[in-house]
């Protein structure tokens, strides 16, 4: 009687092992995957320009309004908003059109200078300024694409 209780257990535990090894190999795959799409970012057609390292060139740059993006490498939601927004046909084209985009990199000790003075304590910040640098519009943290556009489109009618 004893086998009998001994070799149904085995086979019991057995079940369980199996079970407990597919429930992790089954979440190593999912936390791959996801680990994966948080870090994927599509090439968008947006003209960055990354050179821009203080105010003053800010502010020399263009009579256009400026687009500046505060990310850092590490970041994840810059990096799902440059999958789900930047990437966007309408948005790189509005951007291209309307604004000069500027990503700024808070890590880089070039652009210490810009993240003291626009008081950027946060990933990611984007900051609408004029051709002088004062602050037309701002967000911080992930927005979405249609809050983007519309960040965008208010600057049209408050000129």
Same mark, same amino acid.
């Given at each position: 009687? *004893?086998?009998?209780?001994?070799?149904?257990? *085995?086979?019991?535990?057995?079940?369980?092992?199996? =079970?407990?090894?597919?429930?992790? !190999? /089954?979440? !190593?795959?999912?936390? !791959?995957?996801?680990?994966?799409?948080? @870090?994927? +970012?599509?090439?968008?057609?947006?003209?960055?320009?990354?050179? =821009? #390292?203080?105010?003053? #060139?800010?502010?020399?740059?263009?009579? &256009?309004? /400026? !687009?500046?993006?505060? #990310?850092?490498?590490?970041?994840?939601?810059?990096? +799902? %908003?440059?999958?789900?927004? @930047?990437?966007?046909?309408?948005? %790189?084209?509005?951007?291209?059109?309307?604004?000069?985009?500027? %990503? $700024?990199? =808070?890590?880089?000790?070039?652009?210490?200078?810009? +993240?003291?003075?626009?008081? $950027?304590?946060?990933?990611?910040?984007?900051?609408? +300024?004029?051709?002088?640098?004062?602050?037309?519009?701002?967000?911080?943290? *992930? =927005?979405?694409?249609? &809050?983007?556009?519309? %960040?965008?489109?208010?600057?049209? /009618? /408050?000129?």
């Amino acid at each position: 009687m *004893k086998k009998e209780t001994h070799s149904s257990s *085995k086979s019991g535990k057995t079940l369980f092992q199996l =079970i407990w090894k597919w429930f992790w !190999l /089954t979440f !190593l795959v999912v936390s !791959l995957a996801y680990a994966w799409y948080s @870090f994927y +970012v599509p090439s968008n057609d947006i003209a960055w320009d990354k050179s =821009i #390292t203080s105010v003053e #060139t800010l502010t020399n740059n263009s009579n &256009k309004n /400026t !687009l500046l993006f505060f #990310t850092a490498e590490w970041c994840v939601p810059c990096r +799902v %908003m440059k999958r789900n927004v @930047f990437a966007d046909t309408e948005v %790189m084209q509005v951007v291209n059109t309307e604004v000069t985009p500027v %990503m $700024i990199d =808070i890590d880089s000790p070039n652009t210490k200078e810009l +993240v003291a003075h626009y008081q $950027i304590g946060a990933t990611p910040t984007t900051v609408i +300024v004029d051709s002088e640098g004062n602050v037309l519009d701002y967000a911080v943290g *992930k =927005i979405e694409k249609e &809050k983007f556009l519309d %960040m965008l489109n208010n600057l049209n /009618t /408050t000129k």
